[in-house]
Structures are given as structure tokens and as C-alpha cells.
């Protein structure tokens, strides 16, 4: 019995092909990785991790972590197509900013971008210095206003560009250094909730393979 299963085993794993995963334009259709599937209905929603740093070959953004999940499958040229998920920066990263009489201020917004696309953003902002209860609002405030605002003005593909490239970040570090002594702004963290679905209407950015629905 065992030696049969061993067989059936191995079967399986020769009938897997190997597809590479492609990343979005945005980032110069870069290959992931490659991954295996016996069935490439099978990759459709699988999420890939990589860092900014394994794209760019910039080691100074090693720290920002990138999430893409498979939606189309070429199954002849045997490539996966990808689209963002979002992104996080690594915790690690994070804490070694974090310093004693000092204020952390964290905000999370929900945006639409010009196109359509639906993303939760968090932002953090650091501050030199211990601050007062009403600067960390009028922090919080500033930085929900400059996210909601350029969010709305740029493509999902431009707005992925300001989040991770600093741009985004140093808005807000601008319009917040007039309020209290500033230490460090990042983006921290963003998540694609909707995508532009028929006639412009969002719908969730939810991809589930082919197969879950042949099951029900």
C-alpha cells in the first residue's frame, strides 16, 4: 500500500509544470519567480511575497515588502500574470526608528484612486520630540487629507510609485514639520480592497480559482 502511494506521489509531481510569475507593468514585468502547478487554474489567487530590493536591485529598499496575487495564467508560454496586492514595510524597519520621548502617530485611510482602484492605507508618522495630544491630531488630520487628496489625483500605478518611492511620504513630512519637529514619515502599509468592476462600479478585489465554483 505504501509503495503504491509513494508512486501516486511522485506521478503527480511529474505531471506539474513550472510557470513563471510576472509582475505588473508598473514594475517592468519583472519575473517573481516560478512556481508549479498540475493545473494552472490552480495559481489563479495565489499570493507571491517578494521585497522592492529583489525587483530594483536597490539594497536600501530591502525592507519593503511586496504582495502580488496571480489573476491570468498563460498556460502555452507557460507564464502567471499578476496584479498588486500591496505592500508592507518590515517590522524590524520600523522599530529601529521607534525612540523614547518621542510620539508615534499612525493613521489608516480608506481612498479611491482616479481610476477606480480601492486601497487601505496606513501612514506613520515619527516625531523628534514627545508632542501634545492636539499636534498628534493635527498631524493625523494633515497626513489623511494629503493621502485622500493625491490618492484621488493619481492612477493606481502612479499612486504605487508615491507610496513606494518616498514621494508620498515626503508630502506629508513637509506638511507636518510645520505643526512639530518631524523625525521620519513612511508609508507603512497598503492593501488593494476594490478594483473598477463592469460599467465603472467597484467590485472587491477578491480572485478565487476557477475550480472553487466547479466544486460548489
Given at each position: 500500500m505504501s509503495r503504491r502511494r509513494y508512486g501516486g506521489t511522485r506521478d503527480t509531481w511529474r505531471l506539474k509544470k513550472w510557470y513563471e510569475v510576472i509582475a505588473p507593468p508598473v514594475f517592468g514585468n519583472a519575473v517573481l519567480g516560478t512556481t508549479p502547478a498540475d493545473d494552472p487554474r490552480k495559481l489563479i489567487g495565489r499570493v507571491m511575497e517578494t521585497t522592492l530590493y529583489d525587483i530594483t536591485g536597490d539594497f536600501s529598499l530591502v525592507h519593503v515588502h511586496l504582495y502580488f496575487q496571480i489573476?491570468?495564467?498563460?498556460?502555452?508560454?507557460?507564464?502567471?500574470?499578476?496584479?498588486?496586492?500591496?505592500?508592507?514595510?518590515?517590522?524590524?524597519?520600523?522599530?529601529?526608528?521607534?525612540?523614547r520621548k518621542s510620539s508615534k502617530v499612525q493613521g489608516i485611510y480608506n481612498v479611491v484612486t482616479k481610476d477606480g482602484y480601492g486601497l487601505r492605507i496606513t501612514g506613520v508618522v515619527l516625531t523628534t520630540y514627545r508632542c501634545k495630544t492636539s499636534q498628534k491630531k493635527a498631524i493625523r488630520k494633515i497626513m489623511g487629507e494629503i493621502i485622500t487628496k493625491r490618492t484621488a489625483e493619481m492612477?493606481?500605478?502612479?499612486?504605487?510609485?508615491?507610496?513606494?518611492?518616498?514621494?508620498?511620504?515626503?508630502?506629508?513630512?513637509?506638511?507636518?514639520?510645520?505643526?512639530?519637529?518631524?523625525?521620519?514619515?513612511?508609508i507603512y502599509k497598503s492593501k488593494?480592497?476594490?478594483?473598477?468592476?463592469?460599467?465603472?462600479?467597484?467590485?472587491?478585489?477578491?480572485?478565487?480559482?476557477?475550480?472553487?465554483?466547479?466544486?460548489?
Open positions: 489573476i491570468d495564467v498563460d498556460e502555452e508560454n507557460l507564464k502567471a500574470y499578476t496584479r498588486f496586492k500591496g505592500h508592507e514595510l518590515a517590522r524590524d524597519y520600523m522599530k529601529s526608528f521607534i525612540r492612477t493606481l500605478d502612479e499612486l504605487i510609485k508615491a507610496m513606494l518611492f518616498g514621494q508620498l511620504a515626503n508630502e506629508i513630512f513637509e506638511a507636518a514639520k510645520k505643526i512639530y519637529p518631524i523625525r521620519k514619515v513612511e488593494l480592497l476594490t478594483i473598477p468592476g463592469p460599467e465603472g462600479k467597484p467590485q472587491p478585489a477578491v480572485v478565487v480559482s476557477p475550480l472553487m465554483y466547479e466544486r460548489r
